[in-house]
């Protein structure tokens, strides 16, 4: 089933150089489906991100996010429809309030979607805590205070609070180091599998992209050149640019795809 179906998105930065950071985007991704996107930088992919969580309002095109006109939303509508898509951003340090605990961020994802009542709130945010891989005992502790690794749980945390149908992981965990974004993608694929999430998953990273991904989107100068299911795609690159990337990880391990 179409959980997330988007079309002819474009996207302009005015300017002395005007950008066309989308040119007619079109994706899809299927419920509990993981769409891996790849490609170099300035290509669009944040653009893109920002648009399909709102953050960003495209000039053109259309989104349905699981039966809903996604971009036509406004107000109290789209403040209740937001928690089906959330967001997981680079850089955990920046993404949280430089005070905020651990306990703190994941409880206000439930009370601004009032999800659960103010008592049970610690309570609730331990619970999903544990979920990540944390101990409940970093509650209290201020999340600039905590590793990159541990921050990324913690945002991953906050994401899922609100139980939504769709995350958006852009470089999610590009800023971590080998070890860490290892264990980081083993509790994004399990997440998956527990809770039937479906993720839009950014990196440009080719071999991490290929590891978690069912298909696989190569976006290159605001455009969508290729889409294929993972492993088709990179046994048979049709674009320049993949078999580029491809090129440039001469030790892609082998993995069985993502079920």
Known sequence: MTLLDARGLAKTYPGERRIRALDDVSLSIAAGETLGLIGPSGCGKSTLARVLARLATPDAGSVRLDGLDWLALSGAGLRHARRRLQMVFQDPAAAFHPRATAGGAVADALRIHRLVPRRDRPEAAAALLRQVG??????????????????????????????????????????????????????????????????????????????????????????????????????????????????????????????
Request: glycine residues 6%; proline residues 8%.
């Open 134 to 259: 944390l101990s409940p005992d970093l509650a209290r502790r201020p999340v600039a205070t905590l590793s990159g690794g541990q921050r990324q749980r913690v945002a991953i945390a906050r994401a899922i609070a609100p139980r939504p149908r769709l995350l958006v992981l852009d470089e999610a965990v590009s800023a971590l180091d080998a070890s860490v974004r290892a264990r980081v993608l083993d509790l994004l694929v399990r997440l998956q599998a527990e809770l039937g999430l479906a993720y839009l998953f950014i990196g440009h990273d080719l071999a991490v992209v290929r590891a978690v991904s069912h298909r696989i989107a190569v976006m290159d100068a605001g455009q969508i050149i290729e889409t294929g299911p993972a492993e088709a795609l990179l046994s048979d690159p049709g674009s320049p640019l993949l078999r580029r990337l491809i090129a440039a990880v001469p030790a892609l391990h082998r993995k069985d795809p993502p079920v």
